[in-house]
């Protein structure tokens, strides 16, 4: 059973350019959360996603957006690219219903220069 | 929204010995996860224990539900339990929402 899995590792950005990263959720899961997590600090939540919408968002800027597709797997775009966006960006997939447990994604960590 | 502090912040231990990390949350919780974060930055599943005990070999976990905190048990550790440990939970919505983190290291 494959976890959750994320594309691209590494990524290396110029400032100003626009960004997409990729997440499969574990098999079985049909929810998707994406967070953000600063080198020191412990993840923060940008926005979660159900039934291909966005159901709940963290305090971030429109400039993070994202999407599900129909086989659940989920995208995050981040455009106009800051230097203050080099981050590791983790993705977590649950299942349905309020008490399910997370399981993430090994990061994708974004450099923006 | 909910508040998680996690203590010690800092943690070195000598191999063998055992620690307890602690998680203070300010609301009740539908979920409380305990994760490791490994160098590579891994978030690693340790414990789902929104209330009650769970044991897992060397590691072991109590939630006090109703006096907003967990306690994570490491005995007998390893340099392989060195890392970043989090304590995240979940109010009223799905979202997670982590503490600062217990930095672990084990040394020889």
């Known amino acids: 059973d494959a976890g959750v899995t994320q594309s691209p590792t590494h990524l290396i950005k110029t400032r100003g350019q626009q960004v997409t990263l990729r997440c499969s959720p574990k098999?079985?899961?049909?929810?998707v959360s994406w967070y953000q997590q600063a080198l020191g600090q412990g993840p923060q939540f940008i926005f979660q996603?159900?039934?291909?919408?966005?159901?709940q968002r963290g305090n971030f800027p429109d400039r993070f957006s994202g999407h599900q597709f129909p086989n659940y797997s989920s995208e995050l775009n981040v455009n106009a690219l800051l230097l203050g966006d080099s981050a590791l960006y983790l993705c977590a997939s649950r299942g349905q219903g309020r008490r399910t447990e997370a399981f993430f994604g090994q990061g994708t960590r974004l450099t923006v220069v | 929204g909910i508040q998680v502090e996690q203590s010690p912040p800092d943690l070195i231990l000598q191999e063998g010995a055992n620690s307890t990390l602690r998680c203070n949350f300010s609301d009740s919780v539908n979920n409380l996860q305990w994760f490791h974060q490994n160098p590579w930055g891994q978030l690693i599943n340790l414990f789902y224990?929104?209330?009650g005990t769970k044991q897992n070999g060397r590691l072991s976990a109590t939630t006090v539900a109703t006096e907003r905190y967990s306690l994570l048990y490491i005995s007998s550790s390893q340099t392989t339990d060195s890392g970043v440990y989090f304590c995240a939970v979940t109010g009223g919505g799905n979202k997670l929402t982590f503490g600062t983190g217990t930095q672990l290291k084990v040394e020889l």
């Open positions: 996603y159900y039934e291909e919408e966005e159901r």
């Open positions: 224990i929104p209330s």
């Open positions: 098999s079985g899961h049909d929810t």
